[in-house]
């Protein structure tokens, strides 16, 4: 390989790694910002619904629970990224799913501790 080409390489690499220690994080991330997010939280909700011990007054621990599974099974589908396709047969009943996910995210943002 030329000794050019490998130092353009080796500035690039330099630059991108400068950028993500200034920054705290990659630029890359911030692309799909949705899905980044969203890949970050659903593990950690998933794990949170199998171990959590408390849930908000205005619940039941078992509608809490429900909840949880709820917003995880539609940011799973919102991840895929096939829920909006017009030839899914499953389309609506998807939708839906997803929207009501990234609602109850916001009702229980607050009452995600334990």
């Not at 000794?3 to 690499?13: D, E, L, P, V, Y």
């Amino acid at each position: 390989m030329h000794n050019r080409t490998i130092q353009r390489r080796k500035a690039t690499k330099y630059k991108w790694q400068k950028i993500q220690r200034e920054q705290g994080f990659s630029p890359e991330e911030c692309w799909n910002l949705d899905c980044t997010i969203i890949q970050f939280v659903l593990p950690r909700l998933k794990y949170f619904a199998k171990h959590t011990i408390s849930y908000p007054a205005r619940y039941s621990y078992d509608t809490y629970i429900k909840m949880l599974n709820e917003i995880v099974y539609g940011f799973e589908l919102y991840l895929e990224n096939k829920y909006w396709y017009v030839d899914n047969p499953k389309r609506e009943e998807q939708m839906q799913a997803v929207d009501k996910a990234f609602k109850q995210f916001a009702d229980l943002f607050c009452d995600l501790w334990d």
